[in-house]
């Protein structure tokens, strides 16, 4: 086997294989975390019980989130709840109750490291890439045989090197990088493929990567990887968990080079009804909208929170808006609380949701009316996606969202930043 | 298995997973025949009620973009569908849809009309279009998919297999 120098992808995948793997391989390899949420994992369950395995490889590193349906707003869900704890009791595997939060802000929180390997039933599982670990979503038979097996197979993904200068100006965020870059490359513009990203990385935080990696799927992409550097290694120490450095070998060979300025990125808004349907904000400001919703595993971060509140704070919500705020876990909630957002958050007019993924999949809260416009800060705007297929989703940064919700539609953040 | 034949439902590009299984039904996942009554509803009102066995689903780039929910695939297998063509694929449908033992294949879709009449070798990788009069072929999966889907899915290769063996 060759020794040239490896990618990120590479390099994880090799090390859980065994073996030197390189792009184009197929690879089986141990799984460090398997974990489905409450829509995927019943399914998984009845094809871990249709293989005829006894139970799961490793409990601990099993896990079942309650979180799209949290609380449950009907009695299927709630058996469908009673059937996971039942399999986990059985089994010793994990169940993350409702309230606790949205499973990728959780593994993010609690469990991914660098150099692990992550499958989740859930497409948004690429999330953990922004620590270095190679995260990926499945659909429920594939979760079910790394839960049972403890390994599946992986085809080695070719690379996209993601090279990014400069640093945000007021008013852009993470989300506006990422928006642009799925306009710029689109929704299948890295089918197969993985994201990594380079350059001068100290300007995204932690909860930024989380934001771009958490994107990374509506690019089609299989993972979005951030090296793991002193901002990661700070991020988990501050979370008492430990981790090691880690990024691609230099000289490693990408399929393709991108490059993005931040400093010339500005506020970005994905328009109905496919993601990669990109605009700026300042160009939509006749876009009148009925609700806006700050929240998901994309934009439910204390950081996300602060921006928004920073700009609702003593101001109010235009008539006939409806803002719905919700943490993206039970302690961003608290945090929220202790630094007075929520309070910020109602006396604008708003209202708070239950840590979970809420209105963002159409399961319940906040439904569209037929006709209805929303705002919202999650991942995903596609037909009939909050409930409704004559409803219309835009996407954008919480500022942005803040920004619009005082407006009553589509606003530029800077026009409200003074 | 291989021999497929039926009449082709063309849909559009960017057909996601909530086009295909929407989340309003989402109470309905642990009740796949009910939820099979949706499927593509949002893509096409009365295609549950419409759809033969044996029929095909024709469609753009991008096919299944979006959620993971292998629920999508597993409905429009028990609809009847005999297999999915498309110009392209997202990467978590076509995985789930040959888990599932849902033929996928990637192929130019653009002279298919709604109605034509269509047989499929699939270890040939040929398509005949009885109504339009015109023959093309396809790339055949890759070796590791077509394993798992001869097997009639992963769930049974492993039965069969003890193993993951690609």
Same mark, same amino acid.
């Given at each position: 086997m060759s020794d040239r120098p490896q990618t990120l992808a590479e390099k994880i995948l090799s090390a859980k294989y065994g073996r030197r793997a390189q792009a184009g391989e197929t690879v089986v390899a141990e799984v460090d975390l398997a974990f489905a949420q409450d829509g995927t994992g019943p399914l998984a369950i009845r094809q871990i019980d249709a293989l005829g395995l006894?139970? $799961?490889?490793k409990p601990e590193a099993t896990i079942f989130f309650f979180d799209h349906a949290s609380p449950s707003p009907r009695k299927e869900l709630?058996?469908?709840?009673? @059937?996971?704890?039942?399999f986990s009791e059985k089994t010793g595997a994990n169940v993350s109750e409702v309230g606790r939060g949205i499973c990728h802000q959780l593994v993010a929180e609690h469990y991914a490291e660098p150099g692990m390997l992550i499958v989740g039933g859930d497409s948004h599982t690429c999330t953990a890439g922004a620590l270095?670990? @190679?995260?990926?979503? $499945?659909?429920?038979?594939?979760?079910?045989?790394?839960?049972?097996?403890?390994?599946?197979? @992986?085809r080695v993904p070719e690379s996209f090197r993601v090279e990014l200068t400069g640093s945000f100006s007021k008013? $852009?965020?993470?989300?506006?990088?990422?928006?642009?870059?799925?306009?710029?490359?689109?929704?299948?513009g890295a089918t197969y493929k993985a994201?990594? @990203?380079?350059?001068?990385?100290?300007?995204l935080d932690m909860e930024s990567r989380l934001t771009v990696s958490n994107m990374a799927v509506e690019a089609g992409a299989k993972a979005g990887l951030f090296p793991a550097d002193e901002i990661t290694l700070d991020y988990l120490k501050g979370r008492g968990r430990g981790g090691k450095k880690l990024g691609p070998d230099p000289n490693a060979s990408y399929e393709k080079q991108l490059e993005y300025d931040l400093e010339k990125i500005q506020p970005t808004v994905s328009k109905p009804h496919t993601v990669d349907n990109t605009a700026l904000a300042q160009d939509l400001s006749d876009v009148k909208i009925d609700q806006v919703f700050i929240g998901t595993c994309t934009n439910g971060r204390i950081g996300d929170l602060q921006a928004a509140a920073g700009i609702l704070n003593g101001r109010k919500t235009a008539a006939g808006v409806r803002l719905l705020v919700g943490p993206a876990s039970r302690e961003v909630y608290l945090q929220a609380e202790k630094l007075g957002l929520l309070r910020i958050f109602v006396e604008s007019g708003g209202m708070i949701l239950p840590p979970g993924c809420g209105p963002c999949v159409g399961v319940h809260q906040g439904a569209l009316g037929s006709g209805e416009v929303v705002l919202a800060t999650q991942n995903r705007n596609f037909k009939g996606r909050m409930g409704n297929p004559e409803g219309f989703i835009y996407l954008a940064s919480p500022a942005t969202a803040a920004a619009s919700a005082l407006a009553g539609k589509i606003t530029d953040p800077r026009e409200v930043l003074s | 298995m291989s021999q497929l034949s039926g009449k082709a439902w063309v849909f559009s590009d960017d057909i996601s997973t909530d086009h295909i299984a929407p989340?309003?039904?989402?109470?309905?996942?642990?009740?796949?025949?009910?939820?099979?009554?949706?499927?593509?509803?949002?893509a096409r009102e009365d295609f549950a009620e419409q759809v033969k066995p044996g029929d095909f689903v024709v469609a753009g780039e991008n096919f299944g973009l979006g959620s993971s929910r292998e629920h999508a695939p597993t409905i429009i297998k028990l609809a009847g569908v005999s297999a999915v063509l498309a110009k392209s694929f997202a990467r978590i449908f076509f995985r789930n849809a040959v888990n599932i033992g849902?033929?996928?294949?990637?192929?130019?879709?653009?002279?298919?009309?709604?109605?034509?009449?269509l047989e499929v070798d699939l270890e040939k990788g040929r398509l005949r279009d009885l109504t339009g009069a015109k023959e093309l072929s396809f790339q055949p999966l890759s070796n590791e998919m077509m394993r798992i889907l001869g097997d009639g899915g992963l769930v049974e290769h492993i039965k069969k297999h003890g193993e993951i063996k690609l």
């Open positions: 006894e139970g $799961v490889a709630s058996d469908d709840h009673r @059937f996971m704890r039942a270095g670990a @190679f995260a990926t979503g $499945v659909g429920s038979t594939d979760v079910a045989v790394a839960m049972a097996l403890g390994r599946t197979w @992986f008013g $852009v965020y993470a989300k506006d990088l990422i928006l642009h870059l799925i306009g710029d490359i689109g929704a299948a994201l990594e @990203f380079s350059g001068q990385l100290e300007s | 989340g309003r039904y989402f109470h309905l996942r642990s009740n796949l025949p009910e939820l099979a009554k949706h499927v593509l509803e949002d849902l033929p996928v294949i990637m192929l130019d879709t653009s002279d298919i009309q709604e109605g034509d009449q």
